[in-house]
């Protein structure tokens, strides 16, 4: 069996793309997953053929400097990890831009076939290491080392994408962008679909919530951070209607935020769950009658990316009320999933109140076509033809 050695730059748990691509890879090959921020459970994510290396990130003045820098060195400790295996690897899968030069490291010494899987476009996130607000001199500080990572990164990327062996990425728009910013050829896409559904259980919202049997259920699930309209989804729930619960599942930087938002906005009709392991993240997401997928344009990749909660709806098959940006506007239009709207409190409202009177069988039975093509399934097919 081939061995492939994974980086991945922060834990795996919460990571269901970097999950799935181990599991699909370790069915004909031998996995060795170099991570950080790791936990005492995640032996339990996985079953033959994969090894875990949680590493041990020093946090110390040299690494504020690289990661607010040459953000691409911060993780060169992969390399004597992965080396200090012995192992001719076949191949270097480095997840994003952070793991990229690591790999190609590993490459000049063993040999060794790396496959860049961009989830993003991690130059264009940049913006989102720092504070949107702050004082005069802090915020020229924070510009001033923006631009700098901003020019050492593309600099970086563009000398390093050519010597990779494959191009994989997440959607049809992040592709375009690389081929043109690079002047590539053949990149791969390998969208973050989940597997087809067999399961039917759900997690009943209303009864664990002593809700009325009559109330509409709108859920978000997902990291609560930038780039998502959080508060402006918080703040559409003044104008739905009384029998209308928004659920948010999940956790992250802005939940605070979010929590004191809704007591000064008085809301009784917003609640807040734990983020729950990836394996049972579908269970809750079929128990409730429409999705939320806002994204906000606060940088390119946010503003081009495929949300996996939007394949993640489909898959339970209950509707989407999402941003109108291009990913959204491609697949949600294809398949008539849902409703597209702008990240203004008083259209999201509109959008909801709309949806909770709306027969929403059509809908179903539109999402139930769009995962014959959107599944992961047919995503990993790429993976197995790259590595084979």
Not at 124 to 135: D, E, H, I, M
Not at 222 to 229: H, K, P, S, V, Y
Not at 321 to 328: H, K
Not at 353 to 368: H, P
Request: proline share 3%; charged share 25%.
């Amino acid at each position: 069996m081939k061995h492939i050695a994974v980086l991945l730059n922060g834990p795996i748990a919460s990571d269901s793309r970097v999950i799935r691509e181990i599991k699909t890879m370790s069915r004909i090959a031998n996995i060795d997953l170099f991570y950080t921020n790791g936990n005492e459970t995640d032996n339990c994510i996985f079953e033959n053929n994969v090894r875990l290396f949680n590493c041990i990130k020093e946090e110390n003045l040299r690494s504020k400097f690289i990661r607010h820098t040459c953000f691409y060195n911060e993780f060169m400790f992969f390399v004597p990890k992965v080396l200090e295996q012995g192992i001719a690897y076949d191949y270097i899968w480095a997840n994003d831009l952070p793991d990229l030069k690591p790999a190609l490291k590993i490459k000049k010494v063993i040999g060794s076939k790396v496959i860049y899987d961009s989830h993003e476009i991690y130059i264009g996130t940049l913006n989102q290491f720092f504070p949107s607000k702050a004082k005069f001199y802090k915020s020229l500080l924070h510009k001033t080392a923006l631009f700098l990572m901003t020019a050492l990164g593309h600099m970086a990327e563009k000398k390093m994408v050519k010597q990779i062996d494959e191009f994989v990425t997440t959607s049809v728009s992040f592709k375009n962008y690389f081929q043109q910013k690079y002047n590539l050829s053949d990149i791969k896409i390998v969208m973050n679909c989940p597997r087809t559904q067999t399961d039917t259980d759900f997690f009943d919202f209303r009864k664990e919530c002593d809700l009325p049997a009559d109330s509409f259920i709108i859920l978000f699930q997902g990291r609560l951070n930038a780039g998502r309209a959080l508060m402006e989804m918080i703040e559409a729930q003044q104008y739905v209607k009384p029998n209308i619960h928004l659920f948010v599942l999940g956790d992250g930087p802005l939940k605070k935020d979010m929590i004191n938002f809704c007591n000064k906005l008085s809301l009784q009709n917003v609640h807040f769950i734990d983020e729950v392991p990836s394996s049972e993240l579908l269970h809750y997401t079929r128990g409730a009658n429409a999705g939320i997928n806002l994204q906000a344009s606060i940088n390119i990749s946010k503003h081009l990316a495929s949300a996996n909660k939007l394949f993640e709806y489909t898959h339970s098959g209950i509707p989407t009320i999402g941003s109108d940006v291009p990913e959204n506007k491609l697949i949600i239009e294809k398949y008539d999933l849902g409703l597209l709207v702008k990240n203004e409190p008083q259209e999201i409202a509109s959008a909801i109140n709309k949806m909770s009177v709306m027969d929403l069988s059509r809908y179903k039975a539109n999402c139930q076509k769009a995962t014959q093509e959107y599944n992961w399934e047919k995503q990993e097919n790429m993976i197995l033809q790259i590595i084979k």
